[in-house]
């Protein structure tokens, strides 16, 4: 069971999982900056005394097949001692985990989030997250999304992790960076 020792926001730490790093199956555009970043805010976190929750998701085909080395969380992110680990198979977290029951069993409904991708699971998560009444921030470089296509037009990872935050901004979360976070 996680229990903070301070009044810190939740770190909900979705889907850092190897198959989005170089030689995966689904690799991302710089994932390995957002895990650095989202070290550093995971390593702070800790200091705090704050709770950490991983999600990891897993899949039964193509890439986070369960059991796969693609499937494990990035060694820079990887759970502690009495951290909870929530796995999830559909981008939206909260679908069919209990992860709802678990954050509010820590007593907040402060969310601070970073993961992968950007333009899937994190939008779905903290989308579902402020509808549920959470309060949530998100960490921009600690997130990072892939390349996409659609109608012929290739739009590169950078503009779409952009086009996604721009959105999450306007609505639904405070969109920093980590080094405000960490400030």
Do not use: W
């Amino acid at each position: 069971m996680i229990e903070p020792t301070t009044s810190e926001p939740t770190l909900l730490l979705i889907d850092l999982q190897r198959d989005y790093f170089p030689g995966g199956r689904h690799p991302l555009v710089d994932p390995d900056a957002a895990a650095g970043a989202a070290a550093s805010v995971l390593a702070a976190h800790r200091q705090r005394g704050g709770a950490v929750v991983h999600v990891r998701h897993e899949s039964e085909r193509g890439f986070l097949e369960a059991g796969t080395p693609g499937a494990e969380i990035d060694a820079r992110v990887a759970p502690s001692e009495g951290e909870a680990v929530v796995v999830k198979r559909a981008p939206n977290a909260f679908v069919d985990t209990g992860l709802d029951e678990l954050l509010r069993s820590v007593g907040g409904t402060r969310l601070v989030v970073a993961g992968m991708m950007t333009s899937m699971c994190v939008d779905a998560t903290v989308r579902a997250a402020a509808d549920l009444g959470y309060d949530v921030t998100v960490v921009a470089d600690a997130c990072a999304a892939p390349d996409l296509e659609f109608g012929g037009v290739r739009v590169p990872g950078a503009s779409v992790h952009a086009a996604f935050l721009a959105a999450l901004g306007s609505a639904y979360a405070r969109v920093v960076p980590s080094s405000e976070l960490l400030a």
